[in-house]
C-alpha cells in the first residue's frame, strides 16, 4: 500500500478500515436435494444442455428472466436463473425462498 506524507502504514491501516475489506461474498443458493440439474443454454428445456449440476449444488444467481414454465420441487414457474455466461437453471429446482424474483431481469 502507498502511503503519502509522514504518516507511517500502521497509521494508514487504521484510518482506513474498508479498503482492507474484504470484497463481500456472492450470494449463492441450493439446488433442491436429490436432484442432478441441468444447465441449460437458454430459458427452457429445449435449449442445450451445456452442463450437469452434481448433488448438493449451490448456484449464483445474476439474473432471472422468464422462459419455459417447469413444475419442480418448489412449485411451478416460469423464471429461469442465470448462473453464469449463457447458462440457465429453472426456479423451481432452486432454493430461493420466493415464488418471485429474487435478483435484476436479465437484459
Known amino acids: 500500500m502507498a502511503v503519502e506524507g509522514s504518516e507511517s502504514v500502521e497509521e494508514a491501516e487504521e484510518a482506513e478500515p474498508q479498503a482492507l475489506a474484504a470484497p463481500r461474498a456472492t450470494r449463492r443458493y441450493a439446488v433442491a436435494p436429490g436432484y442432478r440439474l441441468n444447465v441449460r443454454s437458454g430459458p427452457g428445456t429445449h435449449y ?3 452442463r450437469v ?3 448438493g449444488a449451490r448456484v449464483p444467481i445474476n439474473c432471472q428472466k422468464p422462459g419455459e414454465t417447469v413444475t419442480g420441487p418448489y412449485g411451478t414457474s416460469n423464471l429461469w436463473d442465470n448462473i453464469a455466461n449463457g447458462q440457465f437453471v429453472s426456479d ?4 430461493t425462498g420466493s415464488d418471485g424474483y429474487v ?5
Not at 435478483?103 to 437484459?107: D, E, L, P, Q
Open 53 to 55: 449440476l452434481q448433488y
Open 48 to 50: 442445450q444442455i451445456v
Open 92 to 95: 423451481a429446482y432452486v432454493n
Open 103 to 107: 435478483a435484476v431481469r436479465c437484459a
